[in-house]
């Protein structure tokens, strides 16, 4: 498998693919060349082989009722923008469709039958910082190495 997909260049890129597909989840990986290889996430706490990928979905809550769809995102974006910082610096958000096979240590989807769809660019992650950071109260990403 190659890295060679399509890269979504804005937040309303993203909006409009989940106007049109459910079922869309996004993973922060070095890629689907990588992670297609064995097809499944391993817990970092235990090293336990989790049953498909771990990745946050896009698809909008009912709860989230008339809100912004461009928030849903922003957010779903923000939430684990610091794992390059954390991880490794090639990782990278992509988007993709797949099948919820069960949940992970942390309660994220695990992830099977995953078609790649596009790789998310830098700048569509630096919208979604300042529309988060724009927001009242107070947010933060989902980053445990700044636990005390």
């Known amino acids: 498998m190659s890295t060679a997909m399509p890269t979504l260049t804005s937040l309303d890129d993203l909006v409009r693919l989940l106007g049109r597909r ?29 049953p498909g990928l771990s990745a946050s979905p896009l698809d909008v809550e009912d709860w ?4 912004s769809v461009r ?3 922003a957010r779903r974006l923000y939430d684990y ?12 958000p992509w988007v993709l469709h797949g099948a919820e096979q069960a949940r992970g240590p942390d309660n994220e989807p695990l992830v099977t039958n995953v078609e790649p769809l596009g790789w998310i660019a ?3 992650i630096t919208k979604a910082r300042r529309i988060i950071t724009e927001q009242p109260g107070t947010w933060g990403p989902l980053d445990r190495s700044r636990a005390s």
């Open 22 to 50: 459910q079922g869309l989840y996004v993973r922060w990986s070095r890629g689907p060349e990588y992670d297609l290889v064995t097809g499944c996430s391993s817990d970092e706490l235990t090293g336990v082989r989790l």
């Open 71 to 73: 928030v849903w995102v």
């Open 81 to 92: 923008c610091h794992l390059p910082r954390v991880r490794d610096p090639g990782t990278r």
């Open 122 to 124: 830098g700048e569509v």
């Open 64 to 67: 989230w009722g008339t809100r």
